[in-house]
């Protein structure tokens, strides 16, 4: 009578305990050869949430397919941005902004892709937005980028929920990405309220790079809508204590997002208590 072989077993990367199959039955956390529930993306071991769609890790079908059902107006503004997109780059984006196709106005502005920062706000008038046709995969997602953050600036949530989506499909498009993508990725994820998301982005970025600024900016801001203080200071120290090194290496990232690092270390002094 031949025996059955031995299950094979390993160690958790979550919480370190011998685990065996695609989840670790002490923790949830997935184990290796385990797939997300919603896109099918391979998850790395001991991550929380998928890399690419942000859901949580041993999520069941059946969860998935509520989230995607409550998601379903955020898929809808998505596909309207690609016709957009499709439509503006046929007609090579020769109409001013804020036009309709009879040339009247009052409209929609077409997908906020002539934004990059506050000098190019809605009220401007006159200006016509450039053909994005030409634009690489990159720079329309800067744009929006940009878009998103100054809405978000300017308290304009419904707009925000509109752009969001078209934003992230830009990076979704450029995949895989860098840590300055998905840090953007989970920026604009976490002014338009999806969390899991933006958690994804965060966990993948320290994954890769344990003191990365950005991640650890991220992490710190999730914690701080969250309500959760100790999260919140044990992100900060690392913050703090990675400054220096970090900063050292001069990554492109780190000068495109000097603001937002800056005010970072100034407000985890401040919270911590260090003294400049």
């Known amino acids: 009578m031949s025996s059955l ?18 989840y670790c039955a002490n923790c949830g956390a997935p184990l290796a050869g385990s797939t997300c529930a919603s896109c099918a993306a391979e998850l790395s071991p001991g991550a929380k949430f998928c890399h690419r769609c942000g859901t949580p890790a041993g999520a069941t079908p059946a969860a998935t397919r509520e989230s995607r059902t409550n998601a379903l107006p955020w898929i809808v503004a998505a596909l309207a941005f690609l016709a957009l ?11 001013r902004r804020g036009s309709t196709v009879d040339g009247s106005q009052n409209a929609l502005p077409q997908a906020g892709l002539d934004d990059r920062g506050p000098a190019a706000d809605d009220q401007s008038g006159g ?77 993948t970025i320290l994954r890769e790079n344990p003191n990365h600024l950005l991640g650890l900016i991220l992490e710190a801001r999730l914690a701080t809508l969250a309500g ?25 990232e780190y000068v495109r997002h000097e603001d937002d690092i800056t005010t970072a270390l100034a407000q985890a002094r401040k919270s911590l208590g260090i003294k400049s």
């Open 5 to 22: 072989p031995p299950i094979e077993s390993t160690t958790c990367p979550s919480c370190g305990a011998l685990a065996s199959g695609h």
């Open 85 to 95: 997109f499709a439509m503006a780059a046929g007609r090579g984006f020769n109409a």
């Open 127 to 203: 200006v016509r937005a450039p053909d994005i046709s030409s634009l690489s995969p990159q720079e329309r997602a800067d744009r929006l980028y940009n878009r998103v953050m100054l809405l978000a600036t300017q308290g304009k949530v419904d707009s925000v929920q509109f752009f969001a989506p078209m934003a992230l499909t830009a990076y979704q498009m450029m995949s895989p990405l860098n840590a300055d993508q998905r840090y953007d990725m989970g920026r604009i994820g976490e002014v338009a309220g999806a969390f899991p998301l933006a958690k994804a982005q965060a966990d």
């Open 228 to 252: 959760d203080t100790a999260r919140l200071h044990a992100y900060e120290r690392r913050l703090v204590a990675a400054q220096k090194t970090e900063l050292a290496k001069k990554r492109d």
